[in-house]
C-alpha cells in the first residue's frame, strides 16, 4: 500500500504570496489532519478533516485555511505569507477519525520557506 | 487541557546499552499514548500506542514503552540500542473528545554512539 504523499517536497515563496500543499493520504483513509513543525514550537496541530468535513481546527489565523475532497484527498492554503510561516508541513491519514485510536500515518511532508 | 512533556532534549547512550525516553502526560479521562520516531528529513514513523490493558506496551523496531498512572508517564524503552535508533522521538497523546487530533511533546533527540 502506498504511504501518505505529500507535493511539493520544498517551496521557496515570497511574503505576500499564497501557497497551497497537496496530500494524498492512505488508500482507504477517510480522516486527514495537517500539522505544522518549526524547531521554536514543535508540533502543532492545524486541522483535521473528516469524510470532507473540518472536525478540527488549530489556533492558527485565518490565513490558513485547508479542504478535503470526495477521494480524500486534501489540501492547504496559506495566504499572505509571513516569514514565521518557513516550517514543514506534515499531513497525516488515519482510517477513522480517533474514535478506535488508530495510528496517524504521516507523510515525508512540504518545506515551505518564505524570503 | 491535554498535555505532555519529554524533559530531556537530547538523550545520549553507547551502542547496546539500554535506552529510555522519558514521557510525563496530563489529560482528563482515559490516556490514548502514542510514540513516533522522526529520522532527518522525513516525516514521523508510528512506533506503539497505549490505549488500555497491559502496562507494557510492544512496539516497532524492538520498542517498548511502561505506562504508570500513579506516575503519569510514558516511557519509551529499547534493551539494546542501535546506531540506527538515533533520531527525533516524540510522545503524544490524543486530544479529548471525540477527535484523531494529536498534541505531541517537545521531542527528544536520541544519540546512540558507537
Known amino acids: 500500500k502506498a504511504g501518505v504523499t505529500q507535493t511539493p517536497r520544498y517551496l521557496i515563496k515570497t511574503r505576500g504570496q499564497q501557497v497551497t500543499l497537496s496530500c494524498s493520504p492512505i488508500s482507504g483513509h477517510r480522516s486527514v489532519s495537517w500539522y505544522q513543525q518549526t524547531p521554536g514550537q514543535g508540533l502543532q496541530f492545524l486541522f483535521e478533516?473528516?469524510?470532507?468535513?473540518?472536525?478540527n481546527k488549530g489556533n492558527f489565523p485565518g490565513r490558513f485555511s485547508g479542504r478535503q475532497f470526495s477521494n480524500s484527498r486534501s489540501e492547504m492554503n496559506v495566504s499572505t505569507l509571513e516569514l514565521g510561516d518557513s516550517a514543514l508541513y506534515l499531513c497525516?491519514?488515519?482510517?477513522?477519525?480517533?474514535?478506535?485510536?488508530?495510528?496517524?500515518?504521516f507523510g515525508n511532508g512540504t518545506r515551505l520557506t518564505v524570503t | 487541557a491535554q498535555s505532555v512533556a519529554q524533559p530531556e532534549d537530547q538523550v545520549n547512550v553507547a551502542e547496546g546499552n539500554p535506552l529510555t525516553v522519558k514521557c510525563t502526560y496530563s489529560v482528563s479521562g482515559n490516556p490514548y499514548l502514542f510514540w513516533y520516531v522522526q529520522y532527518p528529513n522525513r516525516g514521523l514513523q508510528f512506533l506503539l500506542k497505549y490505549i488500555t490493558g497491559d502496562n507494557l506496551v510492544k512496539g516497532s523496531y524492538g520498542f517498548e514503552a511502561e505506562f504508570n498512572k500513579s506516575q503519569t508517564s510514558f516511557h519509551l524503552k529499547k534493551p539494546s540500542a542501535l546506531v540506527s535508533d538515533s533520531a527525533l522521538y516524540f510522545c503524544a497523546v490524543r486530544d479529548s473528545g471525540n477527535t484523531g487530533k494529536l498534541i505531541f511533546g517537545q521531542g527528544t533527540t536520541l544519540q546512540v554512539k558507537p
Open positions: 497525516a491519514s488515519s482510517a477513522t477519525s480517533g474514535t478506535d485510536n488508530s495510528p496517524l500515518h
Open positions: 478533516y473528516f469524510s470532507e468535513t473540518q472536525r
